[in-house]
């Protein structure tokens, strides 16, 4: 088992910043790769970016890149999501999730373990 907590979320004004956090304990945090998703009401959850094990691959969704840098700690197990120049369309609740693969996936089914979610909310 992995229990992940995500905090740092918040409202913003748009061009803003928010840094959330995900503190990992239970199995050993550097054999999963890490991923943020997010949802918005009415929508389905979308992937946002990812970490693999050693922190030396990420990816990043479109809608995001350039803009949001997702890292890792291994030593203190936690998982990091820097979000720049919100907009008002990066509204959503975001999830930090575990994924016990080399090679992280962008679709949430192939994580394994989740937390329980962090409400950002950017206002025009």
């Known amino acids: 088992q992995v229990q992940l907590v995500e905090s740092g979320g918040g409202l913003v004004q748009a061009g803003g910043s928010l840094k959330l956090s995900c503190a990992a304990s239970g199995r050993t945090f550097r054999n999963y790769a890490m991923g943020w998703f997010r949802q918005a009401p009415g929508k389905e959850r979308e992937f946002v970016a990812s970490i693999n094990w050693s922190g030396g691959s990420t990816d990043y969704a479109d809608s995001v890149k350039g803009r949001f840098t997702i890292s890792r700690d291994n030593a203190k197990n936690t998982a990091t999501l820097q979000m720049n120049i919100l907009k008002p369309e990066d509204t959503a609740v975001y999830y930090c999730?575990?994924?016990?693969?080399?090679?992280?996936?962008?679709?949430?089914?192939?994580?394994?373990?989740w937390g329980q979610g962090t409400q950002v909310t950017v206002s025009s």
């Open positions: 999730a575990a994924d016990p693969s080399l090679i992280p996936s962008i679709e949430p089914m192939e994580y394994d373990y």
